[in-house]
Antibody, heavy 120, light 107 residues
């Protein structure tokens, strides 16, 4: 059974940095691309970043480009999101999510999310 | 960026009735359209991909239709567990984009 467990969310001041992690199990992590998707309070879902299975291809939403960095460690079955220059509008629950196979970009498994609150 | 517009924002339906949700894309996405269900405190759940293919474990009362720019999610007879927020998502172009959601609540 696919399991994705996010961690690292916290209350952080504007301008600060935070690193989120997603621990994956139940599938061959190194064979699958991964994503981060977020949901701000009372708002809809927003895709923010994609990384291919070996990390050679990365995409970001414009809202986080230049501030956030996605990475992965296939030996540790882990996905990461380094978040810098955080803003109040980055406050959200952050989910990691898998794609069912390469070159198909809908999300078939999700974690429960981790809450990031950016506030002074 | 492809803008996804869902309507209505809220749909009030009685248990056992049919719910019809709409999703419109600002340009054609072919059949590269997925639907998700989201409940508070839970992970989003994939319902439909390829505009009309049910994901594993999704009951037959849930169906998706459409192609190009106009899509519909239909729940033929609402059960208590179906009251939730539903999102469409296009995966034809980067960036991947979601609609604003339709909340299905109890009438």
């Amino acid at each position: 059974e696919v399991q994705l467990v996010e961690s690292g969310g916290d209350l952080i001041q504007p301008g600060g940095s935070l690193r989120l992690s997603c621990a994956a199990s139940g599938f061959t992590f190194s064979s699958y691309a991964m994503n981060w998707v977020r949901q701000a309070p009372g708002k809809g879902l927003e895709w923010i970043s994609y990384i291919s299975n070996v990390g050679s291809t990365i995409y970001y939403a414009d809202s986080v480009k230049g501030r956030f960095t996605i990475s992965r460690d296939n030996a540790e079955n882990s996905l990461y999101l380094q978040m810098n220059s955080l803003r109040a509008e980055d406050t959200a629950v952050y989910y990691c999510a898998t794609l069912p196979r390469n070159w198909v970009f809908y999300f078939d498994s999700w974690g429960l999310g981790t809450l990031v609150t950016v506030s002074s | 960026e492809i803008v996804m517009t869902q309507s209505p924002a809220t749909l009030s339906v009685s248990p056992g009735e049919r719910a019809t949700l709409s999703c419109r894309a600002s340009q054609s996405v072919g059949s590269n359209l997925a639907w998700y269900q989201k409940k508070p405190g839970q992970a989003p759940r994939l319902l439909i991909y390829g505009a009309s293919t049910r994901a594993t474990g999704i009951p037959a009362r849930v169906s998706g239709t459409g192609s190009g720019t106009d899509f519909t999610l239909t729940i033929s007879s609402l059960h208590s567990e179906d009251f939730a927020v539903y999102y469409c998502q296009q995966y034809d172009n980067w960036p991947l984009t979601f609609g604003g959601g339709t909340k299905v609540d109890i009438k």
